[in-house]
T-cell receptor
Framework: DAGVTQSPTHLIKTRGQQVTLRCSPK?????VSWYQQALGQGPQFIFQ?????ERQRGNFPDRFSGHQFPNYSSELNVNALLLGDSALYLC????WGTGDSYGYTFGSGTRLTVV | AQSVTQLGSHVSVSEGALVLLRCNYS??????LFWYVQYPNQGLQLLLK??????LVKGINGFEAEFKKSETSFHLTKPSAHMSDAAEYFC???????????FGKGTRLSVIA
């Protein structure tokens, strides 16, 4: 049973560029959440997608956007990259309405470095 | 708003010694509490969770945690540390099925031989 798959695993981008990160949820899950984990910090919630719509959003600027596809996979897009966007980006999947009971399954993350 | 405070950014124990990682939460509604572990260059793995019912929760790898409402705490313990327990541990809280997790800053556990 495949868990959460994220790609790529590592990425180096230049300031001002745009980046797209991808996530395939665990089989049977229909909800995808994205988190940013800066070095030495806990993960911070970016946004959550269900039924191809953004359902909740954390305190992140509009430069961060996302998409969910009919097969429940998701993309995270970041425009106009800043040095401060360097972080580990984690994707978490769940079944809508059950995150509190069953928790969220996390992928291994994409390490983004902005130079 | 919910929040989590993890006391001690770094904890060091000897192999075989008791592991105690502290977590205090703030929530205006009954919380759902989680502990996750992160090994170097990896994602988060769920150790255990408290939803409702029994306040002493057992998880994987011999870890357990006790929900104490009066102390707003959810400390993680393990009777005997193993070298393989060295990792970063995160406590998280949420309040409903779809509400995002709010994480603490993490505690790095080192195990000394």
């Amino acid at each position: 049973d495949a868990g959460v798959t994220q790609s790529p695993t590592h990425l180096i981008k230049t300031r001002g560029q745009q980046v797209t990160l991808r996530c395939s949820p665990k089989s049977g899950h229909d909800t995808v959440s994205w988190y940013q984990q800066a070095l030495g910090q806990g993960p911070q919630f970016i946004f959550q997608y269900y039924e191809e719509e953004e359902r909740q959003r954390g305190n992140f600027p509009d430069r961060f956007s996302g998409h969910q596809f009919p097969n429940y996979s998701s993309e995270l897009n970041v425009n106009a990259l800043l040095l401060g966007d360097s972080a580990l980006y984690l994707c978490a999947s769940s079944l809508w309405g059950t995150g509190d009971s069953y928790g969220y399954t996390f992928g291994s993350g994409t390490r983004l470095t902005v130079v | 708003a919910q929040s989590v405070t993890q006391l001690g950014s770094h904890v060091s124990v000897s192999e075989g010694a008791l592991v105690l990682l502290r977590c205090n939460y703030s929530s205006s509604v009954p919380p759902y509490l989680f502990w996750y572990v992160q090994y170097p260059n990896q994602g988060l793995q769920l150790l255990l969770k408290y939803t409702t019912g029994a306040t002493l929760v057992k998880g994987i790898n011999g870890f357990e945690a006790e929900f104490k409402k009066s102390e707003t705490s959810f400390h993680l313990t393990k009777p005997s540390a193993h070298m393989s327990d060295a990792a970063e541990y995160f406590c998280a809280v949420t309040r409903s099925g779809n509400t995002p997790l709010v994480f603490g800053k993490g505690t790095r556990l080192s195990v000394i031989a």
